[in-house]
Each structure stands twice: as structure tokens, then as C-alpha cells.
T-cell receptor
């Protein structure tokens, strides 16, 4: 499974847009990019998943350039409740995937008032 | 539709005792995964099970740890003769499928094990 690199921590203020970039230089053709969010004392929660270009849902947007060697999670107008750890994962969705998720250290986002 | 349930939420054991952690997957999910999270670290995969079968246990320590997912009832992660280094949060996740587009994993709230 491809290794990911993301900033250890980020600070932001309420109402700002936050962009967290993840590098995955060795991403394979069959790999998808998935982001999870984890609040203190809770299990991770799926945010968004994509393969290429742009994906948007009610929570976030995911931007993936053509070479797919990086991706950017965009959180619009963050609030204090968005303070959490954000994990970027890459892996197959198709056959051959045993299902296990490989988590890195994640990015700790601190939203300030 | 209840989410993934884990119990107990907090478990305290003394060194040498046994710890049993339970996980009930979401309704309709037959795939269960266990992860361990040490303080200030990301989650580490331990084991992946389907009903009555262990599919991938590459992340399980060789000794003292075992997991099962019986035909009826919850999945159990069992730690024998606990040591202080076993203190961690243990998360269970479930999915409808192990592969393909339906394999999004839903996580439970975790069991926090403290070994005294």
C-alpha cells in the first residue's frame, strides 16, 4: 500500500477555508484516496473518497491532480467542531484488497475562535 | 440503524489478567476489523475477520492476542496475560463487503484498555 505524507499539524480560525495536502508519490493505478476524520476519544469517520480530479460532498471537497501523486482535502468555512485529526489513506477498492486500512500519523487541525 | 457497538468503553486490568473486548458490527455487515491506537499515534491494523473466518491477521502480535467472529454474537478480541504495553484504545470497524465499492469501514467508539 502506498505511503502517505501529510503535515503533522495545522492551525486555522473559524470561518476560514482549510486545505490539507497529502503526498502519495508511489500511488498505484488501482489505488483510491480516502480521508478519515477522528475526534478525541472517538473512532475515525469516513469523510470523502476519490480517484481523480475533484470530488465534493456535503462535508468537504477532494482535489486530485492528473498525476495523482498528491491530493488536497478542502474544508470550507471551518468551525470549532472541525478540530480533529485528519487521516489520508490510499489503497485499492477492487479485488486484491484485504480490506485493512493503513493509517499514518494524520494531521491535527486546531480551529481557533 | 445502530452503528458499530463496542463494549466495554473502558476496561481496567491488572498485569497478568485477561481482557475481552466485544464488537457488534452494523446491521448487514459481515466483515469486522480490529485496530489498535497507542497514545499520540495513528491506528494500526490488527486483524480482519468474516463470520467464523480469520482473513488477515498480519497485524496481530504472535502471542497472547486472539480474535474470533462466531456465527452468532459479537466479534471478540482477547488479550491474555495483559502487560502495561497493551494499554491503548482498541477500535473495531465493520463493512458490508471486504472488497469493491461497498467496503467503506464504519468505526465503533473504541474500548480504552488500561493495564495497571
Amino acid at each position: 500500500l502506498a505511503k502517505t505524507t501529510q503535515p503533522i499539524s495545522m492551525d486555522s480560525y473559524e470561518g476560514q477555508e482549510v486545505n490539507i495536502t497529502c503526498s502519495h508519490n508511489n500511488i498505484a493505478t488501482n489505488d483510491y484516496i480516502t480521508w478519515y476524520q477522528q475526534f478525541p476519544s472517538q473512532g475515525p469517520r469516513f469523510i470523502i473518497q476519490g480517484y481523480k480530479t475533484k470530488v465534493t460532498n456535503e462535508v468537504a471537497s477532494l482535489f486530485i491532480p492528473a498525476d495523482r501523486k498528491s491530493s488536497t482535502l478542502s474544508l470550507p468555512r471551518v468551525s470549532l467542531s472541525d478540530t480533529a485529526v485528519y487521516y489520508c489513506l490510499v489503497g485499492e477498492r477492487g479485488s486484491g484488497n484485504t480490506g485493512k486500512l493503513i493509517f499514518g500519523q494524520g494531521t491535527t487541525l486546531q480551529v481557533k475562535p | 440503524n445502530a452503528g458499530v457497538m463496542q463494549n466495554p468503553r473502558h476496561l481496567v486490568r491488572r498485569r497478568g489478567q485477561e481482557a475481552r473486548l466485544r464488537c457488534s458490527p452494523m446491521k448487514g455487515h459481515s466483515h469486522v476489523y480490529w485496530y489498535r491506537q497507542l497514545p499520540e499515534e495513528g491506528l494500526k491494523f490488527m486483524v480482519y475477520l468474516q463470520k467464523e473466518n480469520i482473513i488477515d491477521e498480519s497485524g496481530m502480535p504472535k502471542e497472547r492476542f486472539s480474535a474470533e467472529f462466531p456465527k452468532e454474537g459479537p466479534s471478540i478480541l482477547r488479550i491474555q496475560q495483559v502487560v502495561r504495553g497493551d494499554s491503548a484504545a482498541y477500535f473495531c470497524a465493520s463493512s458490508r463487503s471486504g472488497t469493491g465499492v461497498a467496503n467503506e469501514q464504519f468505526f465503533g467508539p473504541g474500548t480504552r484498555l488500561t493495564v495497571l
